[in-house]
């Protein structure tokens, strides 16, 4: 929002003929609510169109356009992650698959089943920690470097002058990442709990 002198604005644009908008002042409210109806008996039937709100009405009335799109960059969010859940789990699976030997013989070194089932978790949470690390870092450095005036304010750049990304983004994209990654491993690692050695000998051999 940009508050500026009228009559400069006039001089310089040679526009002296139209009101964009008017402030008014009153006591209370009620004597806002009755300004507003004779307002809007006068300008009933004039063109353009006159529109009489509340300077709290028109702030909630621009906030609610901005929470739409934050409800829609939540929405994408949640898609994301759930979509990173589902090829963080098939990665692991397949990954699982591969060493069925090597977990074959953890289990016969002694290693309980839910010793292996922890670390394929732990690998999966840290590679998701990491990852999410990974990419925060990057978006809020790419965010402060453009808030500076260091990266060019044309393109995608322009978002996160929208949208500044907050320091504490790190952290939370750590335990997004954490979680994303607990809940893509769970089912492999269940599988790899189940693994039988007589089963994955019996191929090999």
């Not at 906030?63 to 949640?78: D, H, K, N």
């Not at 320091?167 to 990442?177: N, R, T």
Request: aromatic share 8%; hydrophobic share 55%.
């Amino acid at each position: 929002m940009i508050f500026f002198r009228q009559d400069y604005f006039e001089s310089a644009t040679g526009n002296k003929d139209t009101v964009d908008m008017v402030w008014l002042r009153t006591s209370d409210g009620e004597a806002a609510r009755h300004v507003t109806a004779q307002v809007h008996e006068q300008f009933r039937n004039r063109q353009p169109e006159l529109k009489v709100e509340t300077e709290s009405a028109g702030v909630a009335r621009f906030a609610g356009r901005s929470q739409a799109l934050l409800s829609v960059i939540r929405l994408v969010i949640v898609i994301l992650l759930i979509d990173m859940g589902v090829v963080l789990s098939n990665s692991i699976s397949v990954t699982t698959r591969e060493r069925r030997v090597e977990m074959a013989v953890l289990k016969v070194l002694g290693f309980e089943p839910r010793a292996i089932m922890a670390l394929v978790i732990g690998e999966a949470v840290l590679v998701g920690a990491v990852s999410g690390l990974i990419g925060t870092a990057l978006a809020w450095g790419c965010s402060a470097l453009a808030l500076a005036g260091w990266l060019p304010s044309a393109g995608l750049t322009r978002l996160f002058c929208l949208f500044p990304i907050r320091a504490e983004a790190v952290l939370w994209g750590v335990l997004l990442g954490a979680l994303v990654g607990f809940a893509g491993s769970a089912l492999p690692a269940w599988a790899a709990r189940r693994i039988k050695v007589s089963d994955v000998f019996a191929k090999v051999a």
